[in-house]
T-cell receptor
């Protein structure tokens, strides 16, 4: 059964702590993406990776970091520098960079207090 | 600023009615316009997409209408069903960029 998995579904952290969100795909897709979703604002691109060992900043990368050491994995770290980290985080992938269709995971809801 | 403006923010329709969601864009370089459907607590799923060389595309009860000169496109859900209750996002993308710009979303509630 192919797809994108994100874990955990819910995550709670204290302010000032870094936290890493997991994203794994078994679709053999080259490109992967991280989005942040806030109520009434749609999805905003945090980081994207066209291919393994490569990644680029999206529109709202400040306070976030990523790595892409394996094709199937694209973890996102929310650092203490992110001023407003509480949000719903979505990971997506596409077959290659240059293919428009993106497939989304189920998301992780992060709450920082 | 948001590159794709979506309206309305929410709508309620009776079962069997038509739901209409509108989106507008400014960047004439956009050449791919998908719609995503999202159920609560889930990730968005691609519903239907259109390119600007086509004025209308239909898949089942879902139709995209595209007006290139007005830089607007819309999603029509015909014969709306309670199972269509979800949040719908329009988006736009351009060749050589491939990053989706999303609208703010429309929450559709279909009353039985």
């Amino acid at each position: 059964d192919g797809g994108i998995t994100q874990s955990p579904k819910y995550l709670f952290r204290k302010e000032g702590q870094n936290v890493t969100l997991s994203c794994e795909q078994n679709l053999n897709h080259d490109a992967m993406y991280w989005y942040r979703q806030d109520p009434g604002q749609g999805l905003r691109l945090i980081y994207y990776s066209q291919i393994v060992n490569d990644f680029q900043k999206g529109d709202i990368a400040e306070g976030y970091s990523v790595s892409r050491e394996k094709k199937e994995s694209f973890p996102l770290t929310v650092t203490s520098a992110q001023k407003n980290p509480t949000a719903f985080y979505l990971c997506a992938s596409s077959i290659t960079w240059g293919r428009y269709e993106q497939y989304f995971g189920p998301g992780t809801r992060l709450t920082v207090t | 600023q948001q590159q794709v403006k979506q309206s309305p923010q929410s709508l309620i329709v009776q079962k069997g009615g038509i739901s209409i969601i509108n989106c507008a864009y400014e960047n004439t370089a956009f050449d791919y316009f998908p719609w995503y459907q999202q159920f609560p607590g889930k990730g968005p799923a691609l519903l239907i997409a259109i390119r600007p060389d086509v004025s209308e595309k239909k898949e089942g009860r879902f139709t995209i209408s595209f007006n290139k000169s007005a830089k607007q496109f819309s999603l029509h859900i015909m014969d709306s069903q309670p199972g269509d209750s979800a949040t719908y996002f329009c988006a736009a993308c351009r060749t050589n960029d491939y990053k989706l710009s999303f609208g703010a979303g429309t929450t559709v509630t279909v009353r039985a």
